[in-house]
């Protein structure tokens, strides 16, 4: 008999950070993750983790997208994705649906490749590989000082990371003072990102701050439009005289190519949002013969995997637990190692090396 997916499981985890940030409008005092798990009908099991964003994602992968793939035969899964996306074209091509589409197909290849006792690189026709990874930190908060954002840049340097990205205060003049003190501490080979999170609304106003940080060594200038702004994403790359990266939260194919075709420097891509893994492998595809580095976000054990398959992934992105601003560490173990600058997962790895504490999973799961 075929094989077939027999469960299609979403629920939320809520996670407390050791901080409340702020981003904008954004209040953010817990990490609220979705997390997926598939079984077969041989009892392989595949699963994936995702953020919510404060979102029902959970509900949505259980009335839009599980009916299209439970019961049905694995190895028919192109067709399952395919008719799931037509069956809810009317909910577009971002948003929730998307999002839970985008981990439902992250835990189906991973229970593909432990299936074959393989890792998600190999399964995938990869090679595992060191992969420069750069750092996330420097949140704003309300009593935030020079001296304590270069206290974090001293710890960040020395892991000798590819960068060091540090979010906006939403305020680009505060936002030069800030970058200027990281720059003061940080050695000067370790280029500086600043992720603007959407916060602004036209390109004229972000160059004429934005220009000020070219003596900084910026690696990029990362989301500082709406995400849909197009013409806007131009206009900063024709300006600037460093890289602007975008894409870490959008989903579809057309998307990511309408994207590229603005000139930038460097594409931000997320599995777990743009339509997962076989998303991700048509997109990083497409960057590769455009000559697009990607820059990945996040989720770093499942982006190492895919990077072992994708030449264009040039650089991981990945958060530490004594900075508390993700809260993932509780959840699982961090496996990859650091090399000179970058992350390497383990030869052991199954599947997108994720290996859960099953305590953690109950104890962080929502009600």
């Known amino acids: 008999m075929p094989r077939t997916l027999i469960s299609v499981e979403a629920f939320h985890l809520r996670v407390p950070l050791g901080r409340p940030l702020r981003l904008g409008e954004m209040r953010i005092s817990e990490r609220e993750y979705v997390f997926v798990r598939l079984t077969d009908s041989e009892g392989h099991v595949g699963t994936a983790l995702g953020h919510a964003r404060s979102a029902p994602v959970a509900a949505v992968v259980e009335r839009c997208v ?3 793939w439970e019961g049905q035969p694995l190895e028919l899964h192109e067709a399952h994705y395919a008719k799931c996306v037509k069956a809810n074209v009317c909910l577009g091509t971002h948003g929730l649906f998307w999002r839970a589409l985008s981990l439902v197909d992250c835990a189906l290849y991973d229970l593909l490749a432990r299936s074959a006792g393989q890792s998600l690189g190999d399964y995938l026709g990869g090679s595992r590989r060191a992969v420069p990874a750069t750092i996330v930190g420097g949140y704003p908060t309300t009593d935030e000082t020079p001296e304590s954002l270069q206290a974090e840049m001293n710890t960040y340097a020395k892991y000798a990371p590819a960068g060091v990205k540090i979010a906006s205060s939403a305020d680009l003049r505060r936002d030069t003072v800030r970058l200027k003190a990281c720059r ?3 050695p000067e080979d370790i280029p500086l990102m600043i992720d603007c999170y959407w916060s602004f609304d036209s390109a004229k106003d972000v160059v004429a701050e934005a220009r000020k940080w070219q003596d900084f060594n910026m690696g990029w200038i990362e989301d500082p439009l709406a995400f849909d702004d197009y013409s806007g994403i131009k206009q900063l790359v024709e300006a600037l005289g460093f890289p602007v990266a975008v894409g870490d939260e959008q989903s579809g194919l057309r998307a990511f190519e309408r994207l590229l075709r603005t000139g930038l420097q460097v594409l931000r891509l997320d599995a777990t949002v743009c339509g997962g893994v076989r998303a ?6 497409k960057a590769h013969a455009a000559g697009i580095p990607i820059a990945c976000h996040v989720f770093h054990p499942l982006h190492a995997q895919l990077a072992a398959a994708c030449p264009a992934v040039r650089w991981l992105e990945t958060m530490l637990p004594e900075s508390d ?3 993932f560490h509780p959840l699982h173990p961090d496996s990859l190692t650091w090399d000179s600058g970058a992350l390497i997962a383990p030869s052991t790895a199954q599947g997108a090396n994720y ?13």
């Not at 991700?280 to 595809?285: Q, R, T």
């Not at 290996?355 to 009600?367: G, Q």
């Open 325 to 327: 601003i993700e809260d």
């Open 66 to 68: 599980a009916p299209f």
């Open 280 to 285: 991700f492998m048509k997109i990083a595809a």
């Open 355 to 367: 290996d859960w504490y099953p305590e953690s999973i109950e104890r962080y799961r929502a009600t």
């Open 184 to 186: 003061e501490r940080l």
